[in-house]
């Protein structure tokens, strides 16, 4: 683990370079639902006035489609805004990310000067995380090196692994157990057939878990700004304190009342 620095831009540059085919950009290749896009015509409305900040609709939407209470999500403007709240919240002084893995995570931990240290995937495991990187961390818990906040994308991007369910538990149960926070970016899991490993559930129960998906990959709109993290009742009020304001075109109010938290 060392440091790193690579400059990247969020979701590629496409307005100032010719690109034909962006592989930068992982989203649903069925396109937007219709759903959605009913959801974007009737917010047009809605563009003359000032959104519900507080986004009841569609939190009281998301809140009954995860079986979790409303009290446990918080929405922002997409799920990087969201990764900034949560490292303007913890203000870690080092932050574990692993290589190769979403730039964001990175960007996030600037705002706050962390010091950024990097894991390595390995080629011949498949770029997949295995017990070893349980047993590092359980070495820098023993000699106090451990980071004071660990960001995991499941499955990761961009290399499309899941973290088996075994080795993601025995993470969760260290960073708990030794109070380092633990952000699961689940922005992809809709993708898998692993949803019901989902660590939403486990989350709302936890000071130091915290899961963090998106509207963007699943609906397929990158363009609206709309994600939510899922934690404890006490965190989400912390958060809520650092979190930027749902603010894109109303959008959020409008999918609470259209219902298209589903597909």
């Known amino acids: 683990m060392d440091k790193h620095t690579e400059k990247s831009v969020h979701g ?5 370079n010719q690109v034909e085919l962006d592989f930068s950009v992982n989203i649903n290749p069925f396109g937007m639902p219709d759903g959605v896009k009913k959801a974007l015509g009737d917010a047009i409305f809605l563009c003359t006035q000032y959104p519900d900040e507080k986004v009841s609709k569609l939190s009281e939407a998301m809140a009954k489609k995860l079986d979790v209470p409303q009290e446990c999500i918080l929405f922002g403007n997409g799920a990087s805004e969201l990764f900034v709240a949560i490292i303007h919240a913890r203000k870690p002084k ?10 964001g995570y990175e960007h996030s931990a600037a705002c706050e000067d962390c010091q950024v240290c990097y894991y390595y995937l390995k080629k011949e495991d498949n770029f997949e ?21 660990i960001f995991l994308a499941n499955p990761n991007n961009p290399t499309g692994a899941c973290i088996s369910f075994d080795i993601l538990s025995q993470i969760v149960f260290l960073c708990c157990e030794h109070r380092i926070t633990l952000v699961i970016d689940e922005c992809f899991i809709e993708f898998t057939k692993r949803q019901n490993e989902s660590l939403i559930k486990t989350a709302i129960h936890s000071q ?42 109303a959008l959020g109010t409008v999918c609470g009342r259209s219902g298209t938290t589903g597909r």
């Open 208 to 249: 130091y878990l915290i899961v963090v998906r998106a509207f963007t990959k699943i609906y397929g709109i990158p363009g609206v700004r709309l994600g939510y993290l899922a934690t404890s009742e006490k965190n989400g009020g912390m958060f809520e304190k650092t979190a930027p304001r749902v603010e894109c075109i």
């Open 12 to 16: 590629g540059d496409v307005y100032r």
């Open 94 to 103: 080092t932050v574990l990310v692993l290589a190769p893995s979403f730039s």
């Open 129 to 149: 995380l295995t017990e070893h990187f349980v047993q590092e961390l359980i070495r820098q818990i023993k000699a106090h090196e451990a980071p004071d906040l």
